[in-house]
């Protein structure tokens, strides 16, 4: 072998030496990462709010709560397009109203104290906002992570989207029936015109009514050709007598 082999193998050595390197601090930091999200995970404390003011948003809510702690994620349910709220001040838009949220502290001692201290208190904040004299309906939600609130938005989605499956399924049905009776019915009209026409005559051609002249009976005419005798004969014939 000669030395331009030999220094082409060890340089080959060195940079899979490096990329393995390489290659196991990117695991070693990624699993440091997991381990401190995990525990971060932990510490953190999700409140409910169980009514959400209209006119507010995650960014108004964010506003008012991050004042008394770290705020990690918010997350609000909207309600349907029919409950949308028109805003004077907006010129005829529409605020997206909300039915309930979820707001994720970055410790669960300052979401818990949160909770207590705001649950059942005036909102406050500028006297001008809508939601001034609306009342806080939060609480703290023990052993809830937001994991938690993934999965069960999912098995509501997965619940909707069933229920859903279902009530398409029933209006399908319920389109066939009316569509076979409505086929039945024009199959049994058609036969009804085909009866009609077949027992009366078209309409188009003149009906032709003939007249017979008929001759009496012969019984009838010869009792009324019977020769009858006068009143004066009998009264002679019995008179006599």
């Known amino acids: 072998m ?17 990329t393995s390197n390489g290659e196991n601090a990117k695991t070693k930091k990624t699993k440091k990462k997991k381990k401190v999200s995990s525990n971060d995970a932990k510490k953190r404390g999700v409140c409910y709010l169980s009514r959400i003011p209209p006119h507010m948003d995650h960014v108004k809510l964010r506003h008012l709560l991050s004042q008394f702690g770290d705020i ?11 409950t949308q709220v028109h805003s004077k001040r907006s010129r005829g838009s529409r605020d997206q109203a909300y039915s309930e949220g979820w707001v ?22 500028r ?30 989605k997965a619940t909707r989207e069933q229920k859903l499956a279902v009530e398409l399924s029933a209006a399908k049905r319920e389109r066939d029936f009316y569509l076979s009776r409505v086929d039945q ?3 049994l009209n058609a036969i009804e015109e085909r009866l009609k026409k077949k027992i009366q005559p078209d309409s188009g051609v003149e009906k032709v009514i003939r007249h017979f002249h008929q001759t009496k009976p012969i019984a009838a005419d010869a009792k009324k050709r019977k020769p009858e005798l006068s009143d004066d004969v009998l009264d002679a014939v019995f008179g006599g007598s």
């Open 2 to 18: 000669n030395p331009w082999e030999e220094e082409k193998e060890d340089a080959e050595i060195d940079a899979a030496e490096t």
């Open 72 to 82: 990690q994620r918010i997350f609000l349910a909207p309600q349907g397009s029919a």
């Open 185 to 187: 019915s024009h199959a």
């Open 104 to 125: 994720e502290f970055g410790n669960k001692r300052v979401a818990k104290r949160v909770a207590d201290m705001l649950n059942g208190e005036q909102i406050g904040g």
């Open 127 to 156: 006297k001008r906002s809508s939601f001034y004299y609306d009342l806080w309906n939060i609480k703290y939600l023990s052993k809830f992570k937001w994991d938690d609130l993934t999965e069960e938005l999912a098995f509501k």
